[in-house]
């Protein structure tokens, strides 16, 4: 966004009478003109370090959209690919489906899965869209900033603002058996991943009017 832009946002007010800064969500429901597109992206991975695991699963949730974008690894993929490249079908379609987007919504994401997406992805020679390219949003971030919970995890932050949640429970088993290409394990991961990004727009609708937009790049 150019200063002058920044500087218009701020000088102007939402009907609320807040500057659209702080209501960017109320600037984009009052011009119509301005369509942002803004996916909900979460991963699942076989290890938490990206040059140890793999990406087992992905999913994009699209604002205000039914459909989910995903992917999953399967035993073509395992019998395809090295053993240490087993992702690199799921990590060429996933970085495709992030670029349908200007700005992806993740929790833990800056931490997490953006920086596990881009090591695997230099790890295996494929282009990873550069800075600027797509903006971020981190609910995490947002949580820990502006509520006071016991733990600014997911199903945390699910349970506290709407009571339960409707996300699945991680069970090593599956993690484990998912990576060798076992298809119920694989089922369960996928279905654990659409859940994620479920509440994770969910949470990011209710969280995202009390912070100002930011331009933060993956």
């Not at 040059?51 to 087992?56: F, Q, Y």
């Not at 076992?182 to 994620?196: C, S, V």
Request: with cysteine; hydrophobic share 35%.
């Amino acid at each position: 966004m150019k200063k002058k832009e920044i500087l218009w946002l701020f000088s102007h007010k939402c009907k609320h009478g807040h500057n659209y800064l702080e209501h960017y969500n109320c600037y984009l429901q009052e011009h119509p003109e301005i369509d942002e597109k803004v996916g909900f992206l979460d991963i699942e991975t076989s290890n938490l370090d990206a040059n140890w695991g793999i990406i087992l699963s992905y999913c994009i949730k699209p604002r205000g959209g039914a459909g989910i974008l995903k992917g999953v690894i399967t035993k073509e993929d395992i019998k395809k690919y090295p053993h240490d490249q087993t992702d690199k079908r799921i990590v060429k379609d996933l970085i495709a489906d992030m670029l349908k987007f200007d700005r992806l919504v993740a929790h833990y994401g800056r931490k997490f899965d953006l920086p596990y997406i881009r090591t695997r992805a230099l790890i295996m020679g494929l282009d990873f869209p550069h800075f600027g390219s797509i903006q971020n949003d981190d609910t995490w971030c947002i949580a820990k900033r502006k509520l006071k919970l016991n733990s600014n995890r997911l199903d945390t932050i699910d349970r506290a603002l709407n009571g339960e949640s409707i996300k699945t429970h991680l069970k090593p088993k599956y993690w484990i058996a998912g990576a060798r290409g076992d298809k119920r394990a694989l089922a369960y991961i996928l279905d654990h991943n659409e859940r994620d990004v479920i509440a994770l727009e969910d949470i990011w609708l209710k969280l995202n009017k009390f912070v100002s937009k930011t331009n933060c790049s993956i």
